[in-house]
C-alpha cells in the first residue's frame, strides 16, 4: 500500500508487502527460525557514513519497534505530544566496498538507510512519526535516504524494494533458498539512476516538479506523483482526461475483472450509470460501486478507490488502480492484463512509474502501491530463507 506519514508505526509497510502476498503462494517453512542473517553490501561508491535502521513490529506481540544489530527487539517507549525524540535506533553500516551482517526479527517493517547523517525519529503518544519528506520542515527532508520493507514470520520472508512514496537512493534486494542459490529485484541498469531522473524532469505536465534537490542542487529524490498532487508539484486534474474517456467508454459497454489468477471462473461486471460505477457478479446482484475517481485516489490507491481487506471490493478496487496508473483500462475491457506490453501508453499515465519500470533490470518496481496485480513487483520470497540481502548500488 501507499504509505504516509503515521503515528503507528509500519501500519502501511505491512499493508505494502501483505500486497504481494496476494498473488504469491507461500510455501511452508521447515523451520524459520527467530531471527536470520542480513547481508548489507554497501556498493554505492560514496564516501560518506551509512547508518541503518531495523524498524518495525514485533509479530508475536504486535509491539512496535526497533532491533539492533544482533536481532534483539526494543519496544518504543511513551511518545508526548508533541513528539518526544525516538531512541537511537541506529547501525552503524558498512564503508563503500564493505559488507555487514545483522540478524532481522520475525518483524513487518521496514529497513532504513542513510547517507552522511543520521535519520530524525520521533514519538507520539501514537507511536513511531515516519519520515515524510513531502512536508517542506521535516527534518529528514535534506537527507538522503531509502527503505525496504520486509515481513519475516513462520511461513518464511517477504522482502521488497519500493519506489511507492519516493525514487531515491538505489539498491537490490535478495534471498538465499535452502538450495544455495539467491533471488533478487530490485536493482536498475546501468546508467539507470540518471536515467530515471533525467527522462523525469523531460516529461511535459509538471513531472519534473516532483524531484527534489538539495540546496547545493544535488538530487535527494522523486516524490511520487500523490505527493506531487497533494503538494500542488502536479495538476490536481492530471488525470481527468483518462477517467473522462473510461467513464464514457463503460458507460456503453462492461468492464470485466477477474481479481484471482487462481479462481478464473470469478468474475466482477463494471457498468457506469447514474454517475457511478457498479459492479455485479455472476448472478447480476449489486457488489460494490465506485465514484469517478480523481488523481490522489488514483496515485494513493485510496480515497475513492480504496481496498478494504476483504474478497470483493478491495480486489476489484486494486485491479481498478493498477489499470489507471497503467493507463490500460481503455484498450483491455478484462481486467488485469495478462502482460505489460500494453502499460503506460497513453498520453495520460503514471508517467513516474512508467519511467521506473523502464529503468530496472528486471522490468519490476513498486511504482505505486498495487503495482503487484499480475506480478510486476519488486518483491523476493521464499518459505526457508538462509540469508536475506540489501546492496546499496552506485549512483549512475
Known sequence: MRIKQKTCALLAAAATVAAGLTAIVAQPATAVPAT?????????????????YNLGTELSTGRQGWADA??????????????????????PGPANGQSITIQIPKFSGRIYFSYGQKLVFRLTTGGLVQPAVQNPSDPNRNILFNWSEYTLNDS???????????????YAVGVKKPDGSTISTGRLKPGGYNGFFNALQGQPGGWGNLIHRKPDGSILRALAPLYGVE???????????????VWS?????????????????????????????????????LVTSFQKPNASS???????????????????SRTLCAGYNRS????????????????YLDNVTNHYSRKIH?????GKAYGFAFDDVGHHESLVHDGNPQMAYVTLDPFN
Open 156 to 170: 518464511g520472508i517477504w522482502l521488497n524494494s519500493t519506489q511507492v512514496d519516493m525514487f531515491s537512493a538505489p
Open 298 to 316: 488514483i496515485f494513493g490507491c485510496h480515497q475513492l478507490l480504496d481496498a478494504p481487506n476483504d474478497q470483493v471490493r478491495g480486489p476489484i
Open 36 to 52: 536470520i542473517p542480513l547481508k548489507f553490501t554497501n556498493n554505492s561508491g560514496r564516501a560518506e557514513p551509512v547508518y541503518i
Open 358 to 362: 523502464a529503468q530496472m533490470a528486471d
Open 70 to 91: 544482533g536481532g534483539g527487539f526494543h519496544p518504543w517507549p511513551a511518545g508526548g505530544n508533541p513528539p518526544t525524540p525516538a531512541p537511537d535506533a541506529s547501525i
Open 249 to 285: 467508454k463503460y458507460s456503453t459497454q462492461t468492464l470485466t475483472v477477474t481479481p484471482f489468477a487462481n479462481q478464473p471462473g470469478l468474475k466482477y461486471y463494471g457498468r457506469v450509470s447514474g454517475g457511478v460505477m457498479n459492479f455485479t457478479n455472476g448472478s447480476g446482484q
Open 231 to 245: 503538494t500542488g508539484a502536479l495538476p490536481a486534474s492530471i488525470m481527468d482526461d483518462y477517467v473522462n474517456r
Open 328 to 343: 490500460t483500462l481503455l484498450t483491455n475491457p478484462n481486467q488485469p492484463d495478462a502482460g505489460n506490453s500494453g502499460f
